[in-house]
């Protein structure tokens, strides 16, 4: 059987189109069905590699008996939530509304308007305890859709009432809520195992980012250390692969051993811009060694041939959790002798008894010193372990997190000067500027040749991050000029002009039952926090006067939101820091016919380069040659044709 799946390109959806249940994807169809039979619909959300949405699929969407109650009772609707944020947005806010939590997958019972009425996430098929299953919620819901509809129809007026409220609160931004944050941040410190309080701990790199921006600025030692012995502790236990390079999603438990074992891109480009940020504060090579590892671990399994960036890989292998990357000791021992063998063991924790369900999750927890003596044995058991079991790739393009991961292939090139990072970068973008982009206009995905919707916020708050990256890194021109292009049309489109902050959809995005405003940094920055971030960026590169008024006023603006819990808005908090503090800014007034390409000196993580192609009153040359006027804390130093870093 085939339901209305079969021809879409989400791998998501696709799993799901040989179902009992009769999916539509979200589409006119769908609500005009529910229309005309006068049903509630079924909305479910979740993403390919999602390991509870495996879970829920296998134990109800591919049963017949539940089949039959969803495809009688109500009309399903599948939602792949990477290629719609903007439907993922409103109902997880519901979700969270009703449950006081959320998650994927996530579960909506809403009216042919689609106002919700019910929400939840994963239900097993059957009640047990106090947790209610899907068959008996399924026939409670149609019992209460024909019996006592008003009751329905009333709640869901009152969620969406209550999720339409406005929230018009003035604040300006200060320094306070950066040092609030911070102390949060050393309250809930593990100073055992890092990470901020107890399991599940995901990675947050932007969290450790803004630590060590702070701690580069206070000399606050104590930041610096967190932020050190979190990426350290991360990078010995399981949720980094040791066999493969790249970082799992989080990890369930406080030592960061025991990975939920999917792979997300922006998890690795964000924690690849953090290994770089560490290793310029501590000069410790073994940073850089993991920035590098992970970035080989993108280009050879999660890039495209014509060079865009994959999404993830799924946690599930046959049907099993973690399956792909367990080992047992004979494996090994088998593989590279009883000797060489019997030494990879200890030195990965690689044991008889098992620190995961029997079976091992390589991991250096144990090891005092780091060794490279295993590095040759690591492509041999690589291969051995892809031969093994297959491990599903979601293979969709999108801009979004294509954005982060450009960016940090041009830190992690400025940070180790090896020309493949940058060329990375600079073919990705190609890509989404040929695949993903038309008449300036972006789009969210991209798979077998077809696109998807137009583009979010999301989209252009990180490809115009990327963007600036790539002019950062090269001093090319073109790069800034784009940014600013994409920052017209996402204040053009999504900007509030009354109240301020960026709705999560635009003008020429479907219309839904409200317009959310995305401000907390959660697994990535939001959206409004990386404008935040752009705008006060865009102000210092240009020095234009409208860059700086429109950075102060989304600052504000999300101070509101900040001042509530302000160690959950990372992201605006270093463009906060730097708005309040700026780095130091190095204008570059290049003589005729003069490269760029070929200055006296490397372009270091940190500093803002700014090229002014033509010299002027305010910025002459000095005899005649290539000059750098270096401005900090609103004073300027003498220009020079001479940088020392």
Partial sequence: MQNHLKNQTSPYLLQHAENPVDWYPWCPEAFARAKTLDRPIFLSIGYSTCHWCHVMAHESFEDEQIA??????????????????????????????????????????????????????????????????????????????????????????????????????????????????????????????????????????????????????SGDEEALKMAEKTLMQMYRGGLFDHIGGGFCRYSTDRAFLAPHFEKMLYDNALLMMAYCKVYQLTNNTVYLAIAEKTASYI????????????????????????????????????????????????????????????????????????????????????????????????????????????????????????????????????????????????????????????????????????????????????????????????????????????????????????????TYDGALPSSNSMMAYNLVRLSFLTSEKQFETLAKQQLDFLSVDAKRYPAGFSMFLTALSDYLDPPTKISIVPKANDSLENLPFEIPLGNIFCVINVPSNEYPLKEGQTTFYVCKNHSCQPPTNQLDF
């Fill in 68 to 217: 039959q109650l969803l495809n009688e009772y109500f009309v399903p609707i599948k939602v792949d939530k990477e290629e719609r944020p903007d439907i993922d947005s409103i109902y997880m806010e519901v979700c969270q509304a009703f449950t006081g939590s959320g998650g994927w997958p996530t579960s909506i019972f809403m009216t042919p308007e689609q106002k919700p009425f019910f929400a939840g996430t994963y239900f097993p098929k059957n009640s047990y305890g106090n947790m209610i299953g899907l068959r008996d919620l399924l026939i409670t819901v149609h019992e209460k859709w024909e019996t006592n509809r008003e009751a329905l129809l009333q709640s869901a007026d009152e969620i969406v009432a209550l999720l339409k409220r406005p929230h018009f609160t003035k604040q300006t931004a200060e320094m306070q809520l950066i040092d609030s944050a911070v102390k949060w941040y050393k309250s809930s410190f593990d100073k055992q195992y890092g990470g901020f309080g107890d399991a599940p701990k995901f990675p947050a790199p932007h969290n450790l980012l803004f630590l060590m921006l702070y701690a580069q600025k």
């Fill in 299 to 518: 280009l050879r399994e999660m890039t495209s041939d014509d060079g865009g960036f994959y999404s993830a890989q799924d946690a599930d292998s046959d049907g099993i959790e973690g399956k792909y990357y367990l080992f047992e000791p004979d494996e090994i021992t088998e593989l590279l002798g009883e000797k060489v063998g019997a030494a990879f063991n200890r030195y990965f924790d690689i044991t008889k008894t098992g620190n995961f369900h029997g079976k091992n999750i390589p991991n250096l927890l144990h090891t005092q010193q780091f060794s490279d003596q295993f590095d040759s044995c690591l492509p041999t058991v690589y291969v051995y372990r892809k031969n093994r079991c297959r491990l599903h790739l979601d293979d969709k393009i999108l801009t979004s997190w294509n954005g982060l991961m450009i960016a940090a292939m041009c830190q992690l090139y400025r940070t180790s000067r090896q020309e493949k990072y940058l060329a990375a970068a600079q073919k990705a973008y190609h890509f989404i500027m040929e695949h993903l982009c038309e008449n300036g206009t972006l789009f969210v995905s991209f798979r077998n040749g077809k696109r998807g919707e137009k583009g979010f916020a999301d989209e252009y708050a990180n490809m115009i991050f990327a963007l600036l990256s790539l002019y950062e890194a090269t001093l090319n021109t073109a790069y800034l000029a784009q940014a600013r292009q994409f920052c017209d049309k996402a204040l053009s489109d999504f900007y509030d002009d009354q109240h301020g902050g960026f709705f999560l959809f635009g003008s020429e995005n479907e219309q839904l039952i409200f317009r959310p405003k995305q």
